[in-house]
T-cell receptor, first 111, second 112 residues
Framework: GQQLNQSPQSMFIQEGEDVSMNCTSSSIFNTWLWYKQEPGEGPVLLIALYKAGELTSNGRLTAQFGITRKDSFLNISASIPSDVGIYFCAGKRGGADGLTFGKGTHLIIQP | DGGITQSPKYLFRKEGQNVTLSCEQNLNHDAMYWYRQDPGQGLRLIYYSQIVNDFQKGDIAEGYSVSREKKESFPLTVTSAQKNPTAFYLC???????????FGPGTRLTVT
């Protein structure tokens, strides 16, 4: 099955820096979701996007649903130590279909 | 507390044995899902169920089986036919058609 192309694979940043990651697909999705996963735990939903062009914020996180419906990005502003983890994008085509995931972006914050 | 529970957290089995992973939700969600995660990888869909007594294969269903006899429960059996069963297994559910899936804490299965 398809997996989404997520980049970068990992990021090493200083506390306080802004972070940007993105996800692309060769096919269209009707919903884009961003999750964060910590070691040994299940993913936690951060932001859900439902319309092409939609820009949604959740605190310091902002995500956009690409106008072509084939991509999405996530920005984190002013990173803090608790932002460390693996961020996954996921797309859904419709109904109660399962999600298609990217391989994740591993965010590491250096003090 | 509403949520999704998976048990046990860690499971060890010998090769050739079938093993069943539990997933229970008290969110009154209709649809439930099983995903597999391997190190450094995203999640891949094994099976999903939109309503009781109905389920569909996902991208990697070979070697797995499921049942959905109750709305709250969606157990996954990893059979001896699964060639590489060691992985982190995650269960999810959704109560809307919009796509927001919520995940349980996962079960790490090790087969030796």
């Amino acid at each position: 099955g398809q997996q989404l192309n997520q980049s970068p694979q990992s990021m090493f940043i200083q506390e306080g820096e802004d972070v940007s990651m993105n996800c692309t697909s060769s096919s269209i999705f009707n919903t884009w979701l961003w999750y964060k996963q910590e070691p040994g735990e299940g993913p936690v939903l951060l932001i859900a996007l439902y319309k092409a062009g939609e820009l949604t914020s959740n605190g310091r996180l902002t995500a956009q649903f690409g106008i072509t419906r084939k991509d999405s990005f996530l920005n984190i502003s002013a990173s803090i130590p608790s932002d460390v983890g693996i961020y996954f994008c996921a797309g859904k085509r419709g109904g109660a279909d399962g999600l298609t995931f990217g391989k994740g972006t591993h965010l590491i914050i250096q003090p | 507390d509403g949520g999704i529970t998976q048990s046990p957290k860690y499971l060890f089995r010998k090769e050739g044995q079938n093993v069943t992973l539990s997933c229970e939700q008290n969110l009154n969600h209709d649809a439930m899902y099983w995903y597999r995660q391997d190190p450094g990888q995203g999640l891949r869909l094994i099976y999903y169920s939109q309503i009781v007594n109905d389920f569909q294969k996902g991208d990697i269903a070979e070697g797995y089986s499921v049942s959905r006899e109750k709305k709250e429960s969606f157990p996954l059996t990893v059979t001896s036919a699964q060639k590489n069963p060691t992985a982190f297994y995650l269960c999810a559910s959704t109560g809307t058609s919009l796509g927001e899936q919520y995940f349980g804490p996962g079960t790490r299965l090790t087969v030796t």
